[in-house]
């Protein structure tokens, strides 16, 4: 593995599945974000390509990707929001129709295990930043334009 699973440490990522639980019910009890709170998520290449060793070696299929809520980790007051990622394995879909792609199998989630320290448990990641704060302003994804006035021809 390579040297960029530091990244994937108990403290910039790794969460037991207990804490995820948590912030997975947080989120669906929330029910007052807005996009001003957040309009997306930012996950460095090195965590990816870690995601994606992970994988491989647990012989996953899909990662599947949960909304959160966590504490802020400079300690102010209420949650901020999380993209928890957890492996899947027997995920498949038929493409038989491009137009229309169905899912033959859900599959089933399968948790991590910790391979850099040996800790009992299963675990999934979150090593994502929200926008705003972490995503460039003026991007056209995070600021779409507005539409122009309708014609009425």
Not at 25 to 39: P, S
Not at 81 to 99: H, L, S, Y
Not at 110 to 136: A, H, K, L, W
Request: charged share 20%; hydrophobic share 35%.
């Amino acid at each position: 593995m390579s040297g960029d699973l530091k990244s994937l440490s108990a403290v910039n990522g790794r969460l037991e599945l207990k804490e995820a639980e948590t912030f997975t019910r947080n989120w669906i009890q929330t029910g007052t974000i807005t996009a001003n709170d957040f309009r997306a998520f930012t996950v460095r290449g090195s965590e990816l390509e870690a995601l994606l060793e992970l994988m491989n070696s647990n012989g996953l299929d899909a990662v599947r990707f949960y909304f959160g809520m966590k504490p802020r980790p400079d300690g102010k007051f209420g949650l901020k929001p999380c993209f928890i990622m957890a492996g899947v394995k027997g995920f498949e879909v038929d493409f038989t129709n491009p137009d229309d792609p169905v899912v033959t199998n859900v599959g089933e989630e399968m948790y991590f295990p910790d391979r850099i320290s040996n800790v009992e448990g299963e675990f999934v990641y979150d090593f994502s930043y929200p926008c705003p704060s972490t995503c460039q302003n003026d991007s056209p994804l995070m600021n779409p334009p507005q539409p122009g006035p309708a014609h009425s021809w």
